[in-house]
């Protein structure tokens, strides 16, 4: 069964730009969660769909977008780019409400 | 607000011995509970998880975890460790059964270096 998958791998964008990553489960699950990795804040919730729905927000500005597709595909968008959104950004995946969550290798973003 | 402690950000075991991580959480009421482990620039791989019932619970790679209430802790074992384990560790919790849905809040890692 593959597992979650993540694209790019790495993206390096320039300040004010705009990015979308992408991230396809796991077959069969329905819910997908986006963290941001940091050295500085850790691991940090983004936001998680689930049949389409966002259901749960994080603590970003509104500059950090998302959405889920029908077949629970996921993409996430950064607006206006800042030097301190470069990260690794960390898609996961989850069968159902309140399950375990199933990880991708991450997106590296670095604004220049 | 619940949160997640893990006390110590490097440790080091020399290969072949025991290895213990701590993990304290805070929370209203027993989340669901969770330890992953993260290789230099890799994602995260879930090593166990606690949901309910018996609160020793075993994980991939030769890994334990043991959930005690009365301390809100979750700490992690491995009794004799392998080179291949130098990696980082994160505890994580998310919220009871259908109130929080799968957001996870994370301590903020402990680096295990592994000396030969």
């Known amino acids: 069964k593959a597992g979650v998958t993540q694209t790019p791998r790495y993206l390096i964008k320039t300040r004010g730009q705009q990015v979308t990553l992408s991230c396809s489960p796991i077959s069969g699950h329905r819910s997908v969660s986006w963290y941001q990795q940091t050295p500085g804040q850790g691991l940090q919730f983004l936001f998680e769909y689930f049949s389409e729905t966002q259901r749960n927000k ?15 595909r996921s993409e996430m968008n950064v607006s206006t780019l800042e030097l301190g959104d470069s990260a690794l950004y960390l898609c996961a995946s989850s069968l159902q409400w309140n399950t375990e969550a199933f990880f991708g290798q991450g997106t590296r973003l670095t604004v220049v | 607000a619940q949160s997640v402690t893990q006390p110590d950000i490097h440790i080091t ?14 929370y209203g009421a ?15 791989q879930l ?8 609160t020793l619970v075993q994980g991939i790679k030769g890994f ?11 700490n992690l074992r491995k009794p004799s460790v392998h080179w291949s ?4 560790y994160f505890c ?4 009871v059964r259908g109130a929080a849905g799968n957001k996870l809040t994370f301590g903020g890692g402990t680096r295990v270096l592994v000396k030969p």
Do not use: I
Request: glycine share 12%; proline share 4%; charged share 20%.
């Open chain 1, 58 to 72: 994080g603590n970003f500005p509104g500059r950090f977008s998302g959405r889920q597709f029908s077949n629970s």
């Open chain 2, 13 to 26: 075991v020399s290969e072949g011995a025991s290895l213990e991580l701590r993990c304290n959480y805070s």
């Open chain 2, 30 to 44: 027993t989340p669901y509970l969770f330890w992953y482990v993260q290789s230099p620039g890799q994602g995260l």
């Open chain 2, 47 to 54: 090593l166990l998880k606690y949901f309910s019932g018996d």
């Open chain 2, 64 to 74: 334990e975890a043991e959930f005690k209430r009365s301390q809100s802790s979750f």
């Open chain 2, 85 to 88: 384990d130098a990696a980082e």
């Open chain 2, 92 to 95: 994580a919790v998310a919220g």
